[in-house]
């Protein structure tokens, strides 16, 4: 019954919480130029976060580890620009971002992402395949 009821808990308080839109399963980055990264909140979360680029397989497709992308990230914004790690971004599938309490706690996560692909070719072109969808799917 506790358990039940911690678990009851657990899953309200993560229903108000931040919660990363993007990217996420449907939608990865680019190995071109700046991503961007989009969340939502609500007002009891904390101001700051610090974004945090991450692989599973750590060891073999980010072999130097988490990658701190933006620290002390305004979380009223709702999205932010992330510029590459200094290697570039990294090709691959597995990745997510975390949004973490702080640079010095990257393990306390606040929310993160679902696994997303990192993909070579142009932010551009991404966000005008994005853009024309949207505005064809709201047109119909």
């Known amino acids: ?19 990363v ?3 996420g399963d449907t939608e990865g980055w680019t ?3 700046p991503n961007t990264l989009t969340w939502v909140r ?6 700051n976060f610090t974004a945090v680029l991450t692989n599973e397989a750590c060891q073999t497709v980010m072999p130097q580890g ?5 620290a002390l990230v305004d979380g009223t914004l709702g999205s932010i620009v992330c ?9 691959g599938s597995g990745y997510r971002v975390n949004l973490a309490a702080d640079a010095q706690h990257l393990d306390t996560l606040l929310a993160q992402s679902s696994q997303f692909n990192i993909s070579s070719g142009s932010s551009s072109s ?5 853009t024309t969808k ?7």
């Open 83 to 91: 510029n590459p790690p200094s290697g570039g971004w990294p090709q």
């Open 42 to 47: 609500v007002d009891t979360d904390p101001l």
């Open 1 to 19: 019954m506790r358990s039940s009821a911690a678990i009851l808990l657990a899953s309200i308080a993560s229903a108000f919480a931040y919660q």
């Open 134 to 140: 949207t505005g064809t799917t709201s047109s119909a």
């Open 21 to 23: 839109t993007s990217p």
């Open 126 to 130: 991404t966000t005008s395949s994005s």
């Open 31 to 33: 190995t071109a130029g």
């Open 66 to 70: 988490p990658q701190v992308l933006n």
